[in-house]
């Protein structure tokens, strides 16, 4: 129970359902914050809710697990050039894996969130597939869930649209039902941002911008590791008035290289090895799927290749994915249905 109103109407779906819940919220930060779900004020929403619902609630203390596995990597993989997604990795490494482990050991059947996303049985096997209401679909962030995480998660509102979940906690009378969504990243501080936070954590490289195809210095960053490839916002359009995108990050040399869009667009996306993981059976060379980079991402159609190394070659091109972002990838016939994800490479891409 982050103290949001998925999660609150979650917990309260089951309790109608005579499931017997405890509500658990995780103390995450320790620093400051003001935004996302570790703010003293949504811990209190939790509380008041787990009380009108009539259950138990607890909140268990991960801060020093969040900041070995999602705050440390997420300052190490900018000081590399790298783009993380910290909100992936705290569902990987924090509430389905940490807080599954300790629910094992109190005894409980299952986990239960509030992510917008369902979990199927299909041939006998646990699968997971987009929510119902696509505009808030949450399937791309839980990714990296394999069969034995799928069997002991349940999803209660993914069948439901957000207008639908907000309905639910007006009708049973929670605080949270008109609660705005969370958007940013829990542990920066909305008010400061994220150029404020890296900079009390590592040193932030100066960077000339250059067009790509002119050699011509366009402008100038005070912090060329929070450029990230396709970015747009930010860059000035070229000479000719053509908006142009990051194509390229050289913290070595202090130069960011941008493009037009046609010249940054893509048709591979290699894949960190290491990283891949499938939902199920192993994916073979060759297997057809579909591939989304980012929340709420485009889904492009390609193969997959490998694996030396794993990539996938997109069948039309596109905006290219920048390192340490993850590819979650559904399957070619429902379209709904993930099968796999992995982290991009350093290589990112070849070029169309």
Known sequence: MSGGVDSSVAAALLVEQGHDVVGATLKLWGGESDTGCCSVSDVDDARRVAQVLGVDHHVFNYTEEFNRFVVDPFVADHVAGRTPNPCIECNRHIKFDVLFDRARRLGFDAVATGHHARV??????????????????????????????????????????????????????????????????????????????????????SADIVDAASGEVVGHTEAAELMTIGQRRGVVPGRDGVRRYVQRVDLTS?????????????????????????????????????VQWGAHGRAVPGTLRGPSPWRVELDTPARPVAPGQSVVMYDAEDGDAVTGAAVVAPSVVGVA
């Not at 209401?133 to 962030?141: F, G, L, P, R, W």
């Not at 990714?143 to 799928?150: C, H, P, S, T, W």
């Not at 869009?261 to 297997?287: K, N, Q, Y």
């Open 120 to 205: 199927r049985v299909k041939d006998g096997r646990h699968v997971l597939v987009r929510g119902a209401d696509e505009a808030k679909d949450q399937s791309y962030v839980l990714g990296y869930l394999n069969e034995e995480q799928l069997a002991a998660l349940v999803l209660p509102i993914g069948h439901l649209t957000k207008a639908e979940v907000r309905a639910e906690a007006e009708r049973l009378g929670l605080r949270t039902w008109d609660k705005p969504d969370s958007q940013d990243v829990c542990f920066i501080e909305s008010s400061k941002g994220r150029e404020a936070f890296l900079a009390d954590r590592m040193t932030l490289t």
């Open 254 to 290: 202090r130069r960011v290289h941008v493009a037009t869009l046609e010249e940054i667009l893509v048709s591979t996306i290699v894949l960190e090895s290491e990283s891949l993981t499938f939902a199920r059976e192993p994916l073979d060379d060759g297997a057809r799927l579909i």
